[in-house]
């Protein structure tokens, strides 16, 4: 860890020999404790720590305090629950802690307020990462269905790395090589210690902010090698989930061909090193003029193909003997399809004239047996009034006052009364 190095000047005296007089008088306990506090608050404003948990509380309240010691010395621990702690912190646990140093006037001890920790020890990361993992695998963060293909000719290509490391000299190397006409945009951020994966997930928000012809088609988010504890701020949920909400697909570019990291798992495509995620983001320069030239190869042999099949047929026109054998087949051609099309249509028309026969065959048929003189051969009789009307019954000739009717027989008529 690198130490935090201070400029006597820069901390305000308690007590100065120039400005002590009998007339002052001593401070009161607050105000020292005040003077202190201001002192060590303007002294320590940032400090990365690590060591030991101990005498853990996780506190109704939601806050968490904690001794951080070592073998020589040890210091209280708070951290708020408006700060999110994404693993199980406990007793005996080595962790990294980032904050400022301030003081508890109520008790008068200084304290560190922590804005961030995680794990120290590799087997305490391992496990750490495995808690995570299964969080957010629940979560749908790794779900493939989510995942957008890596665009093939991308105008605009995005990086997320340290603008010293190696890793970002390969991957401009192999983008020159490859496809020399991409554009690159680097948003240069730590890799590593605690506080790199705030620098990195806000660098992904950025290229996400970014529109019309400034939009970045994919993002390269990545670094080199190195140990669990090196590559740990790509295990951080910050990292995670920003490249979870970007709308610019992801590949994730980190450490060797052996490391994983969260990530990779949230991204849309994991490039086992730098320089082969610069190769999975481009075409190959090589391969498209390759491909160009066979097409090129192709299209000539199709023309030539297509001119020598014109000038077989300019030669058979300008042969008056070919022409007129070619014309005599053409016709005999022409004149086979229409026989065939005027038998179809003869055939047709048979068919339909038959259907049409069947059906009025079938119509009259029904008819004849609707005739009123058939019902009265099967031997009924029919009632008319004098005025022709058919009477389907007596009350209603008798009801009109009228007396007379006539009888329809199947071969006459008859005049009756009805007294």
């Not at 320590?44 to 904690?66: A, K, L, Q």
């Not at 070592?70 to 080595?94: C, E, N, Y």
């Not at 992801?250 to 490391?259: F, L, N």
């Not at 491909?291 to 001119?307: F, K, P, V």
Request: net charge positive; hydrophobic share 40%; proline share 5%.
């Amino acid at each position: 860890m690198p130490r935090q190095s201070y400029s006597k000047a820069a901390i305000p005296p308690l007590y100065r020999e120039d400005a002590a007089t009998e007339d002052a008088g001593p401070l009161t306990v607050s105000a020292l404790t005040k003077a202190i506090r201001e002192s060590i608050e303007f002294g320590f404003p940032n400090v990365t720590v690590e060591g030991e948990v101990s005498n853990f509380i996780d506190h109704r309240s939601g806050h968490r305090y904690w001794t951080l010691k070592d073998a020589g010395a040890q210091i209280s621990a708070v951290f708020w629950k408006t700060r999110p702690l994404h693993f199980d912190l406990r007793d005996g646990m080595k962790v990294v802690c980032r904050g400022r140093l301030t003081v508890y006037p109520p008790r008068g001890n200084y304290q560190l307020d922590v804005f961030q920790v995680r794990p120290s020890g590799v087997g305490d990361l391992q496990q750490a990462y495995e808690e995570r993992y299964q969080r957010l695998l629940a979560e749908g963060l790794f779900d493939e269905s989510r995942k957008r293909p890596i665009p093939r000719f991308p105008q605009t290509i995005g990086i997320v790395t340290s603008e010293n490391g190696a890793a970002l000299h390969d991957m401009l190397a192999t983008l020159r090589r490859r496809y020399p006409i991409v554009k690159v945009v680097l948003r240069a951020t730590a890799v590593q210690g605690v506080g790199a994966e705030l620098e990195i997930a806000r660098a992904i928000q950025q290229f996400n902010m970014t529109y019309g012809t400034d939009r970045t088609d994919v993002l390269i988010v990545g670094r080199g090698g190195g140990s669990l504890e090196d590559l740990w701020c790509f295990n951080e949920e910050a990292v995670a989930r920003a490249i979870y909400a970007s709308r610019i697909p992801v590949i994730s570019a980190v450490g060797h061909e052996v490391d994983f990291t969260i990530a990779d798992f949230v991204a849309d495509l994991r490039a086992p090193t730098p320089t082969a995620a610069a190769e999975l983001a481009t075409p190959d320069r090589e391969e498209l003029i390759s491909a160009l030239n066979g097409s090129r190869m192709g299209l000539t042999r199709l023309m030539r193909q297509i001119i020598k099949q014109l000038r077989h047929h300019v030669n058979i026109a300008s042969d008056k003997r070919s022409l007129a054998i070619a014309l005599s087949n053409a016709v005999r051609s022409l004149r086979g399809r229409l026989n065939s099309e005027i038998l179809d249509a003869t055939r047709s028309a048979v068919h339909s004239l038959e259907r049409r026969r069947l059906t009025l065959e079938r119509d009259t048929a029904k008819l004849a047996a609707m005739n009123p003189d058939r019902v009265l051969d099967r031997g009924y009789t029919a009632l008319e009034s004098l005025d022709g009307e058919i009477i389907p019954r007596l009350q209603n000739l008798l009801s009109g006052g009228e007396k007379n009717g006539i009888l329809i027989f199947a071969d006459g008529r008859i005049t009756v009364r009805f007294d």
